[in-house]
């Protein structure tokens, strides 16, 4: 280091106790060659997209009014009058989607390479909290424009919710503050929406990522790369350059999906005719569709039971491999689920 440079860093050190070079080293662990290969890096893509989301909503909270007589009203402005109003709204909106996706994938992607084995169960667990937070994102972000569907959707939910064995009622009561949906179901879905639930989601990614960076990701080798002198490369620049070619591509698909297919205002909220179909947004098809075709209880408590093994897969696994170390049964498992969750989706999409 120069004399200037040297000169440069004892100012700095000197007023900000920060220990610049424990920070170069912490940002800058080597990254395994497999994820040279983006579907190994999917990861960072949520990352991406829960900033683009934070960034757009505080944007719309400046003009968004979350009472019954305003809000519909106020999302209409947004969308009609404010300058970029329906660019913003319409990057949230697809954002929100996108991450949806993301979430899957990534979770995928764990989930077939088996990376959620030893000693990774606790952050699969984190994991699965984290795609439980994205939706309910969806669910109350829905509900907040205050339209026909979407009030009729978080009409539906909050029943749903009621449902739930011992802790329902109250539960459902808790989330709409009252028997019905109204002023004050809004005002909570707004503080979820834009306080709880961001801090949550963003206290889960932190962890998330202090077990990755301590535990590091899980080895894959693959035959070409076998060759390799080196097994890691840099984070910095390499894989940052790789994520940000992925955060530029993300924005360009946003931009045209706004422009292709802007944000809309539909029918506003009419609390006494309930519509023909009923729709929530299109990742909660499936637990709709299940719930249609089997009893109340059975529809319930067969989507709490599914949560729970998902959470749980990584000891259920261990079962399965203790009598079979290479077997792939999870794999088989999870497929036969994908195709269950896309048959039911794509069911009531037909609707
Ligand atoms: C906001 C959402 C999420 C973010 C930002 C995130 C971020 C990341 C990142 C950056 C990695 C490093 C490797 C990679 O890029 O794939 C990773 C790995 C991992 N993630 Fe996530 N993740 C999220 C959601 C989830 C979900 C929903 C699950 C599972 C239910 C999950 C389970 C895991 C596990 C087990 C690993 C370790 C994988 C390995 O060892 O190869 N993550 N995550």
């Not at 944007?59 to 913003?88: H, Q």
């Not at 084995?117 to 937070?133: A, D, H, Q, T």
Request: proline share 5%.
């Amino acid at each position: 280091m120069d004399s200037k440079a040297e000169n440069k860093s004892n100012w700095f050190s000197e007023r900000v106790p920060i220990d610049l070079e424990g920070l170069k080293h912490m940002t800058n662990e080597p990254v395994p060659n497999h994820l040279k290969r983006w579907w190994f890096a999917l990861g960072g893509t949520p990352a991406y997209l829960f900033t683009v989301q934070l960034v757009t909503g505080i944007l719309l909270t400046f003009y968004y009014v979350p009472t019954p007589e305003a809000a519909y009203s106020s999302v209409a402005a947004i969308t009609n009058e404010v300058r970029f109003g329906w660019f913003i709204r319409g990057i949230h909106m697809w954002s929100a989607n996108l991450m949806v996706v993301a979430v899957i994938l990534h979770m995928s992607r764990v989930f077939f390479t088996g990376a959620y084995r030893k000693p990774r169960e606790m952050n699969w667990i984190i994991g699965v909290c984290i795609l439980l937070v994205t939706v309910t994102f969806g669910f109350t972000g829905y509900s907040l424009i205050y339209e026909q569907l979407s009030y009729w959707a978080a009409t539906v939910g909050t029943n749903i919710a009621e449902g739930v064995p011992l802790i329902g009622p109250m539960m459902a009561s808790f989330i709409r503050g009252g028997d019905e949906i109204g002023a004050n179901t809004l005002t909570r879905f707004f503080v979820l929406h834009i306080g709880v639930l961001p801090t949550v989601m963003f206290i889960l990614i932190a962890v998330h990522v202090f077990f990755i960076r301590t535990q590091g990701v899980t080895e894959f080798k693959f035959e070409e790369q076998a060759e390799e002198k080196e097994e890691t490369f840099p984070f910095f620049p390499n894989h940052l350059l790789t994520e940000l070619i992925i955060g530029l591509l993300l924005m360009y698909i946003l931009t045209m999906l706004v422009v292709i297919f802007p944000p809309e205002m539909h029918e506003a909220a009419n609390p006494l005719v309930t519509p023909e179909h009923i729709k929530p947004e299109w990742y909660f098809y499936a637990s709709f569709r299940w719930l249609k075709i089997n009893s109340f209880t059975v529809g319930i408590v067969g989507q709490i039971f599914a949560v729970v093994a998902i959470m749980a897969w990584p000891w259920i696994d261990k079962i399965f491999r203790r009598k079979n170390p290479n077997s792939e049964i999870s794999i088989f498992i999870g497929i036969i689920g994908f195709l269950f969750f896309l048959v039911l989706t794509i069911w009531e999409a037909m609707v």
